[in-house]
């Protein structure tokens, strides 16, 4: 069945760069995605990588995506206090059909 | 930009009510997902609808019953609540034309008493 791995905390200094880490099972998936949660909010969806892709960049966002070993990470420069969140990441075979999420990524951010 | 409207908010019933769930897709969306998640968990994928019509279904329990209106927005029904029905329920559109966006609503939370 379809699986996604990460791990469940991250702890980093204001200024610093995060990489938060995640892994999926299903070689048919086609879509991977990052979405951030702040508390009692919201699925914010930061960005996503079709599976033809091994990278995204956006403003300080970077998605890698290793398709051999099923492996997707998000780096996050410059990280900020107010990224502060748990991030998700999700995966989807095709256009419309549901995704399946990661258990999240808690990033703390020190001040 | 519209974003997905979920209604009410907030929700608090007591064990054995009933509770709807509405959902408002971003307009010319298509497709409509519930997902629940519990407490520090992770969301969970409940049921989805395409033109009107049920497309997947997940781990909806038989309690639950939701649909698609001619106007896309969708609506979730929840009978004989219990404890465990307490939690964030979300609801994220797609268009058909799908370029991999998928937005979520801001979410319904409803507390069983």
């Known amino acids: 069945g379809e699986d996604v791995e990460q791990s469940l905390f991250l702890s980093v200094r204001e200024g610093d760069s995060s990489v938060i880490n995640c892994t999926y099972t299903?070689?048919?998936?086609?879509?991977l995605y990052w979405y951030k949660q702040e508390p009692g909010a919201g699925l914010q969806l930061l960005t996503y990588i079709f599976s033809n892709m091994d990278m995204k960049q956006d403003q300080r966002l970077t998605v890698l995506l290793n398709k051999k070993d099923k492996h997707l990470s998000l780096r996050i420069a410059d990280t900020q206090t107010g990224d502060s969140a748990i991030y998700f990441c999700?995966?989807?075979?095709?256009?419309?059909?549901?995704?399946?999420f990661g258990k999240g990524t808690r990033l703390s951010v020190i001040a | 930009a519209a974003g997905v409207i979920q209604s009410p908010r907030h929700l608090i019933k007591e064990k054995r009510e009933t509770a709807t769930l509405k959902c408002y897709p971003i307009p010319r969306h298509d497709t409509v997902y519930w997902y629940q998640q519990g407490p520090g968990q992770d969301p969970q994928f409940l049921i989805s609808f395409y033109e009107k019509m049920q497309s997947d279904k997940g781990s909806i329990p038989d309690r639950f019953s939701a649909q698609q209106f001619s106007d896309y927005h969708s609506e979730l029904n929840m009978s004989s609540l219990e404890l465990g029905d307490s939690a964030l329920y979300f609801c994220?559109?797609?268009?058909?034309?799908?370029?991999?966006?998928?937005?979520f609503g801001e979410g319904s939370r409803l507390t069983v008493l």
């Open positions: 994220a559109s797609s268009s058909d034309g799908y370029t991999g966006e998928l937005f």
């Open positions: 299903d070689s048919s998936s086609t879509y």
């Open positions: 999700a995966e989807s075979h095709s256009g419309n059909t549901p995704l399946v």
